[in-house]
T-cell receptor, first 110, second 119 residues
Framework: GEDVEQSLFLSVREGDSSVINCTYTDSSSTYLYWYKQEPGAGLQLLTY?????DMKQDQRLTVLLNKKDKHLSLRIADTQTGDSAIYFC??????????FGIGTKLQVIP | DTGVSQNPRHKITKRGQNVTFRCDPI?????LYWYRQTLGQGPEFLTY????????KSRLLSDRFSAERPKGSFSTLEIQRTEQGDSAMYLCASSLASVDVGLSEFSQYFGPGTRLLVL
C-alpha cells in the first residue's frame, strides 16, 4: 500500500516562510493534495497538484513536486498566526480513495 | 451552506450499543467517501460509493460496520456492538466523478466529521 510520511511538527515566526515536506512510496498517484485541519474542524482542501506538474503556485501557497525523489512540499509565504493548523499531505488516483500522511502541526509564533 | 454536512457532530455511547451517522454530500456530487481519523493520525479510508453503489471497502471496515447510500444522495454509517476502539472522528467526503468536468473537481471535499466516544 501507499506510505506517506511527514514530519510531525514545524514552528516558524510570523512573517517568515513555512515549508512542509512529504515523502511517499507509490508513484502511481495521479493527484497530490494538501489539506488543512484546524482544531475541532474538518479537512479543508488547500491545493492540489497533478502528477505531471513540477510546481503550482496559488497566492501565498507554492507546491513543489519532485517525482524522482517522490517528494512533495508546501511553502506558505508570509506565514500568519491564522495558518496555525495541522497540514496533511495526501495522494489519490482521481476518483479513488485518498491516502493521507500523519499530518504536520504548524505553530506560528507571533 | 452547500458544503458536506454530517450529523450528529458528537456522539457518546456505551460499549455494545449501536450508533448511526449521517452524511449529506454536496448536492451535485455523485461520489461519497467515509474515513476514520483517530487522535494524532491522518484520516484512513473506510469505503466509498458512486451513486448508490458501494464500490470499495477497506479491510478496516469490520463486519460490525455497514454503510448505505440508498438513493445515491445521503449516506449512513452504522456501527453495531460498539467497542472502545471505535472511538474516533468519522469523516465524510464527496466528489464529482465525470469525464466532462475539469481536473479540480476530482478533489474530495470533507464535512466537519462526527466525533464518537465509546465508554
Amino acid at each position: 500500500g501507499e506510505d506517506v510520511e511527514q514530519s510531525l511538527f514545524l514552528s516558524v515566526r510570523e512573517g517568515d516562510s513555512s515549508v512542509i515536506n512529504c515523502t511517499y512510496t507509490d508513484s502511481s498517484s495521479t493527484y497530490l493534495y494538501w489539506y488543512k485541519q484546524e482544531p475541532g474542524a474538518g479537512l479543508q482542501l488547500l491545493t492540489y497538484i497533478f502528477s505531471n506538474m513540477d510546481m503550482k503556485q496559488d497566492q501565498r501557497l507554492t507546491v513543489l513536486l519532485n517525482k524522482k525523489d517522490k517528494h512533495l512540499s508546501l511553502r506558505i509565504a508570509d506565514t500568519q498566526t491564522g495558518d496555525s493548523a495541522i497540514y496533511f499531505c495526501a495522494l489519490g488516483g482521481g476518483y479513488q480513495k485518498v491516502t493521507f500522511g500523519i499530518g504536520t502541526k504548524l505553530q506560528v509564533i507571533p | 451552506d452547500t458544503g458536506v454536512s454530517q450529523n450528529p457532530r458528537h456522539k457518546i455511547t456505551k460499549r455494545g450499543q449501536n450508533v448511526t451517522f449521517r452524511c449529506d454530500p454536496i448536492s451535485e456530487h455523485n461520489r461519497l467517501y467515509w474515513y476514520r481519523q483517530t487522535l494524532g493520525q491522518g484520516p484512513e479510508f473506510l469505503t466509498y460509493f458512486q451513486n448508490e453503489a458501494q464500490l470499495e471497502k477497506s479491510r478496516l471496515l469490520s463486519d460490525r460496520f455497514s454503510a448505505e447510500r440508498p438513493k445515491g444522495s445521503f449516506s449512513t454509517l452504522e456501527i453495531q456492538r460498539t467497542e472502545q476502539g471505535d472511538s474516533a472522528m468519522y469523516l465524510c467526503a464527496s466528489s464529482l466523478a465525470s469525464v466532462d468536468v475539469g481536473l479540480s473537481e476530482f478533489s474530495q471535499y470533507f464535512g466537519p466529521g462526527t466525533r464518537l466516544l465509546v465508554l
